[in-house]
């Protein structure tokens, strides 16, 4: 929950930020969701990203978690990359409106709101509902399809 607060207050002058603190919170909701493998070099858990796109499909129609499945990126680039998405560059950026075809507009005043929806509406979900038991998020393949347990690629790599 703090994550998600922080995420708020950051929304303003640092939308960047504030998606990783959104995307922070749907990775803590995943990892009590989904239980994940490790690597055995590094013991880094494997299959993050697919626990994130899974959780959100918990409370978002397929078409609305779609949307934010490129969030997840989006978020490692500010993280490992220092890059920024949401206009933090652009002091006084102003919103064109609907019909904005600008990254820029698109990732503040849609994606990033959409994301901060969605959530909220986890971690409501989190509250109000009794857990599930845990089940097993297979990491992405090399052609960025999440291949399953059983070797099989699918979409989304979960249950859900």
């Known amino acids: 929950m703090d994550t998600y607060l922080e995420g708020i207050q950051a929304l303003p002058r640092h939308p960047s930020f504030a998606a990783v603190s959104f995307v922070a919170s749907v990775e803590t909701i995943a ?19 697919a626990g994130f796109k899974a959780a959100l499909r918990k409370v978002l129609s397929e078409e609305e978690a779609a949307a934010l499945d490129p969030v997840y990126s989006a978020r490692s680039k500010t993280v490992h990359a220092g890059i920024l998405h949401g206009g933090e560059t652009t002091p006084g950026i102003l919103f064109r409106g609907p019909w904005s075809r600008n990254n820029t507009d698109d990732f503040r005043w849609r994606t990033l709101l959409r994301l901060q929806r969605a959530t909220r509406l986890l971690l409501a979900w989190a509250i109000t509902n009794p857990w599930p038991a845990r089940i097993l998020v297979a990491p992405a393949s090399a052609e960025g399809e999440h291949v399953t347990p059983s070797g099989d690629a699918s979409a989304q790599g979960v249950e859900g």
Not at 31 to 49: A, V
């Open 31 to 49: 990892g009590k969701l989904f239980k994940f493998e490790s690597c055995k070099k590094c013991r880094n858990r494997l299959g993050l990203g």
